[in-house]
């Protein structure tokens, strides 16, 4: 008989925040899968779990989702968790999941915090229509060419981010997005929870002025507005830029978003107007 993998939402930061349900299918799973099995054991501990754990991460996932697959058409009950949140979301366990369905081993799903959603419901920014991008590229020209092609996307945006790149990250949606509402939720549910509002140069600025950013982030970025009108020659717009410190091309890319026109098209009507 084929065992059931479970995929439980686990607290992302105050461990009161997992349901009957989880912790139930946490009691009574053979084993437990987990992303990081001393963080998993803080919760375990807590909630007095005693239940052989055993390593998925990125770094086993494809060795380790054949081992647990085999185990799941033994007959084995598994739950995966991730470190916090949901399993999957940005985190391990696809290829797990892929695998059990392929046996026909049953995969349920338990419902629980996620920090992305958990962000956007206190962010003040539009929930109806939201787009999750999980961890923005650390290479800079990634980073930007990823934040360009969702300029016309009209709906909240949600991405995680790490402490130690925030800051480029800011610059790089300012840079991408132009002056849009931003909210950085910082240690969501923790006792350090905050959240930092304004324009991506403003929030970012708050930033850096401590001397260090720590905890979790999630950053968000308000929808797309329609630009208001310019009649500033684009040379005087461009070279406004320039004298505030922005690099040449970036000012061309900057005054051509908010006009609606293209690069080439900025460009050209610079040579014109010289």
Known sequence: ??????????????????????????????????????????????YDIRKPTI?????????????????????????????????????????????????????????????????????????????????????????AKALEALAEEDATLIFYEAPHRILDALEAVELALGPRPVVVARELTKIHEEFVRGTAAEVRAQLAARDMVRGEITLLIGKATAPLPDDTPIEEAVERLISGGTARMDAIKQVARKRGLSKREVYDQLLREK
């Open 1 to 46: 008989m084929a065992g059931l993998l479970y995929l439980v939402a686990t607290p992302i930061g105050n461990l009161e925040d997992i349901t009957y349900r989880a912790v139930r299918v946490l009691r009574e799973a053979d084993l437990i899968a987990c992303e990081d099995t001393r963080q998993t054991k803080k919760l375990l501990d807590h």
């Open 55 to 143: 390593s998925y991460h990125e770094h086993n996932e494809a060795e380790r989702s054949v081992e647990l697959a085999s185990r799941l058409a033994a007959g084995t009950v598994i739950a995966l968790v991730s470190d916090a949140g949901m399993p999957l979301v940005s985190d391990p366990g696809y290829r797990l999941v892929r695998a059990a369905i392929e046996l026909e081993v049953p995969v349920q799903a338990i419902p629980g915090p996620s920090a992305a959603l958990t962000a956007l419901a206190a962010s003040g920014l539009p929930t109806d229509s939201f787009r999750f991008g999980g961890f923005l590229p650390s290479k800079p020209g990634q980073r």
